[in-house]
């Protein structure tokens, strides 16, 4: 079955950090680009990072451009976010997704992890 | 950065109807195109790739059309499970892109 799982949220204050993880089981995660996308409540998705298959090519949404790294191990099929400066405005619901092989649409996600970002 | 813009923002309808929602790129985006489905507390789910492609497992009442810049998602039957928020957006390039949603109610 394939599977998406995030952990790592939480509640950081104002330019404090968070590591998001996303655990991927069901397929062979080192086939495949990822990508974060979030949700701020009662809004909408907001795409936040990718990273190829190899983890040797990666971009960002100018918004967390800086402050936010992402990265993989595939020999853990597993996808990672590293959070730094963390504003009030990247308080949000973090989904992972894989990018289809070969279309690279966004054909599955996870569940999310929220962060909260809160003096 | 490609601006996608859907509309209508939201839309109430009964069971049965046919609804139909249209997003618009602000460049064209050459059919990198894909319709998402996110119900409340749940993750998007994929309905369409490639702009008119059916995601495998999704029912058919769903189908999508357009090219350039001009999209729309049709649901031909409307059914309970249907009730939801639909998103486009485009891989055509980064930063990927999303329409603001549609959301779709019960009448």
């Known amino acids: 079955e394939l599977q998406l799982v995030e952990s790592g949220g939480g509640v950081a204050r104002p330019g404090g950090s968070l590591r998001l993880s996303c655990a991927a089981s069901?397929?062979?995660?080192?086939?495949?680009?990822m990508s974060w996308v979030r949700q701020a409540p009662g809004k909408g998705l907001e795409w936040v990072s990718v990273i190829n298959w190899d983890g040797n090519i990666t971009d960002y949404a100018d918004s967390v451009k800086g402050r936010f790294t992402i990265s993989r191990d595939n020999a853990k099929n597993s996808l990672y976010l590293q959070m730094n400066s963390l504003r009030a405005e990247d308080m949000a619901l973090y989904y992972c997704a894989r990018h289809n092989w070969g279309s690279e649409d966004l054909d599955f996600w996870g569940q999310g992890t929220l962060v909260t970002v809160s003096s | 950065d490609i601006q996608m813009t859907q509309s209508p923002s939201s839309l109430s309808a009964s069971v049965g109807d046919r609804v139909t929602i249209t997003c618009r790129a602000s460049?064209?985006?050459?059919?990198?195109l894909a319709w998402f489905q996110q119900k409340p507390g749940k993750a998007p789910k994929s309905l369409i790739y490639?702009?008119?492609n059916l995601q495998s497992g999704v029912p058919s009442k769903f189908s999508g059309s357009g090219s350039g810049t001009d999209f729309t998602l049709t649901i031909s039957s409307l059914q309970p499970e249907d009730f939801a928020t639909y998103y486009c957006?485009?891989?055509?390039?980064?930063?990927?892109?999303f329409g603001g949603g549609t959301k779709v109610e019960i009448k």
């Open positions: 460049q064209g985006i050459n059919n990198y």
């Open positions: 490639a702009a008119s």
């Open positions: 957006q485009q891989y055509n390039s980064y930063p990927l892109t």
């Open positions: 069901g397929f062979s995660f080192d086939y495949y680009g």
